[in-house]
Each structure stands twice: as C-alpha cells, then as structure tokens.
C-alpha cells in the first residue's frame, strides 16, 4: 500500500460525511417545500389574456428577427416545460438565437371552463394570441412551435383557418392515435367510457391524469428518489431535480367537451391519420397546411412513440418539410443533454432560417 | 453538479428498479392496466363523492348551504364570467375589423 492511498482514503471519507451533513440540511429543507428552483425563470411579460389562457413575452435586448416565434403545449401540462430551469430552457435557447420569443399557457380550466371546446382554443384563443403577439413585436407573421398536443392544436388552427404563419414546429406530436398505448389504447377500444372520466366540475380531473403519468413508469419514483439523495448536497442538482419533478406531476384539469372530442375524433376516429376531422361543424382538410414545416421526434418517447408521431409529414400538405429524429424520451426532447447539442441547435438554425433580419 | 461516477449503492438501487421495473411498466402501459388504474382512480373519486354527499345532506338539514352547493353556484358564476370576456373579445376583434 502506497501513502498516497490511507490519504485519499481519509479525503473521501472526509467529502463523503461533509457531503452527508449537507444532504441532511438539504433534505430537511426539500421537505420543509424550499424552492430551489423559480417557475419561469426568465423574465417576462403577459402581453395578452383571455380566461385562463396568457400569453407571454420574454424580455431580450438582442432580438435580431423580424418574426416573432410563439411557442406553446397542449391542454393537459403547464407550458413552464419550455422554460423549466436557467440550464435547461428552450425559451432562452431561442433568445440566445436572437428570436422574439413567446409562450402561451392555456392556463388552468376550471368549472367555468368545462364547456370550451377544440374550437375555443383553436379558433379563438390561439388566433387572439397570435395577434396580440404580431402588435407587440410589430411584424406580419409568426412562427409556431406546438409541443406534443400543441402541435395538433397549431395543425387544426392552420387547417381551419387563415392563420398569420409563416413557419411551424411541431415536438413529440402524435398523428397515428392508433399507435398509443394505455390509457389511450383503452378509451380508443372504448374500454374505458369517457364521460366517466368527468367529474363534476365537468373536466377530468388532474388526478386521473397524473394517476396515468405516474403508472407510466411505477417505480420511476424509487430510482429518481435515489438520485435525489446521491445529488442533494449539491444545489445546482436539487433545483434541475426540483423544477422537473414540479413539472411532471403538476397537471391541470381537461375541459371535458375538448376531452370528448379528443376521446371521439382523435382517439376513436384516428382523425389525423384519416384527415377527418371536424371543427366548428363543417370538415377540415389537413392538406391545407402548406407552410414550411419542421416535425421532431423522440425515439425512446414512451408517450407519443415515434411510430405515432412520424406519418405527420403523409398527412399535411408541405412541400418543404423536415423530419428530425431524436434519441430522447418525450420530455428529453427540450430538457435533455442530447436536446442541448442536438434538438435546440437544429431548431434555431431552422427557425432562424425561417425568419428574416429584424430592420433597425 | 454531481459528479457522474456512481456509487455501487446507486448502481444497485438503478439495476433493481429496472428489473422490477420493467415488466411493471409493459404491464401498466397496457390497455388492461389503463382499466384497472382508472377503476381505481374512480372508486377513489367516488369515495369522496360519498362523503361530501353525506355531509351536503347533514349541513342541508339544518337549511344551510353545503360546500358542494357553494362550488356549484362558483362554477355557474365561472361560467358566465367566461361568456362575458368571449363577448368582449369578439367586440374587440370586430371593432379591430370596423377599424381596419
């Protein structure tokens, strides 16, 4: 044995039983609800808002785009996904790109919202906020980014109507409602009735949702608590853990009427696969989105599998369009280590091309 | 951050929630596991149910309202309240149009 040995024995031991103190404090202090990470940590600006819907305007002094970029998610997480944490945000990717970046939350539905339909968000919210984004950033034509259901919400938008788009993004956004498995699976071969999914709010509620998240990955649980207690002495860790854990299982009510069209156009009727879906009471031609289109997608996406996500490019009608194969599971695709040297670097160059230089 | 090496008690922890894992998980992402997990999150939901319903009835005998009453006359004021901001939305949207 060398003398450099007990002595590097004795160091360990010694960072080993400092660090032990530490997590203890720490994890008396996670317990206790200490936030260690904000929500929404770059700053920013609610620059219009109806009901619960908002939508958001981040602060930078180095846009260099004309076009300003409107980010969003769907019905059933919050949209903070896209700004989780200061390491880890698509948001600030985007600034760093010199976009004029925006993000809308459909907020929280409650009983008052339990009558909105696909309709009200696709047609009425999503049109409102894209105009209100267009006045503050002065220019004609946004570009979109739909996140997982997101997407499908900008591609019924672009389908109904006469959108001011002049590029889309769609993330992780299922089109083959067939190849969805669980709960979707479930409804889709109507074995589990919809309707009993709505309480008397006349929403689902978010514990069903969450109940479906979780049982995903049962024992995730067990394995992230593992590595929470081998990183608690170390903040930085403790407020990335902190902002995705907050993330992944705060969800928010469904409005039951989207959710039973959702149950009966998406999940029964394949309604993308199909190009049959109906809105507003007259029937929508998926085709009619001809904008540039990007579509990335998430290998190991247990949640939207690729084989769900990868027909979009069959079903729109763009003759520019890109698909983008990430190996990433479904909330990886923006959070990821591979997310930060792949996916976001990709989308900037995109969006970026997509875009012209802001006139001084 | 924390470094990246792992200690043997972590790897173990890891190997062992993907081993019982994983057939837990092929089992919850199916169609069958949906079901199962959605009866019980109702029956939880309707145990709820149950005890808010007896204690409406036990608070509406003494003629006064219940909690329950009170969400629901929140939620009809929800409602409208929404009906009037779609009314002052399209307003100004066709104000915007007049203008234009």
Redesign the interface.
């Known amino acids: 044995m060398s003398a450099a040995e007990p002595a590097g024995l004795v160091a360990r031991v010694l960072r080993e039983s400092e660090r032990t103190a530490i997590r203890a404090r720490n994890g008396l202090k996670y317990l206790g609800g200490s936030e260690w990470a904000p929500e929404r940590p770059t700053p920013s600006d609610v620059v219009w808002r109806q009901a619960t819907a908002e939508l958001r305007r981040y602060r930078s002094d180095r846009v260099r785009f004309r076009d300003p970029v409107v980010l969003y998610i769907g019905l059933v997480s919050r949209s903070y996904i896209l700004d989780l944490h200061r390491d880890k945000s698509l948001v600030r990717s985007l600034l760093d790109a010199g976009l004029d970046v925006y993000v809308l939350d459909w907020g929280t539905a409650g009983p008052g919202d339990a009558h909105n339909t696909l309709e009200t968000y696709v047609e009425r919210y999503l049109p409102r906020a894209l105009r209100a984004a267009l006045d503050a950033s002065g220019a004609e034509r946004a570009s979109m980014v739909g996140y997982c259901m997101g997407g499908n919400l900008a591609l019924l938008g672009l389908a109904a109507q006469d959108l001011p788009v002049r590029s889309l993004v769609t993330m992780a956004t299922p089109i083959d409602f067939s190849a969805l498995p669980g709960l979707a699976g479930a409804i889709r071969e109507q074995e589990i009735d919809p309707d009993r999914l709505i309480d008397w709010t006349g929403n689902v509620p978010p514990q069903y949702l969450s109940a479906f998240f979780r049982a995903r990955k049962p024992t995730a649980d067990i394995a992230n608590l593992a590595r929470l207690w081998e990183g608690l002495w170390d903040d930085e860790f403790v407020e990335a853990h902190q902002a995705m854990a907050r993330w992944a299982r705060e969800h928010v009510p469904f409005p039951g009427a989207a959710f039973r069209q959702v149950a009966d156009q998406w999940l029964e009727g394949n309604a993308f696969m199909e190009n049959s879906h109906w809105l507003g009471g007259r029937r929508i031609d998926l085709r009619r989105v001809t904008l540039p289109t990007l579509s990335i997608l998430a290998t190991r996406d247990d949640l939207i599998p690729p084989e769900a996500a990868a027909p979009i490019g069959d079903v729109i009608g763009s003759r520019e369009f890109e698909l983008l194969e990430l190996e990433a599971g479904h909330a990886g695709l923006t959070t990821s280590r591979k997310a930060a040297t792949t996916t976001i670097p990709r989308l900037q160059e995109w969006l970026t091309s997509h875009n012209a230089p802001k006139e001084a | ?2 470094a990246p090496g ?2 043997p008690w ?1 790897r173990a ?2 190997r062992a ?1 993907r081993t ?2 994983e057939p ?2 092929k089992a ?8 199962v ?2 009866v ?3 029956a ?2 309707l145990a709820r ?1 149950a005890v808010h319903g007896a204690r409406s009835r036990v608070v509406h005998t003494l003629s006064l309202p219940s909690h ?1 009453d009170v ?2 006359l ?2 009809k ?6 009906t009037v ?2 009314l002052s ?1 399209a307003q100004r ?1 066709q104000d915007r149009e007049d203008g234009a």
Do not use: F, K
């Not at chain 2, 919850?28 to 079901?35: C, D």
């Open positions: 951050m924390a792992r200690p972590m922890v890891l929630e019982i894992g837990l998980t919850a992402n199916s169609r069958e596991g949906a079901v997990l959605m019980a999150a109702r939880g939901q149910g329950r969400q629901l929140d939620a004021v929800d409602r409208l309240r929404r901001e779609e939305a949207e």
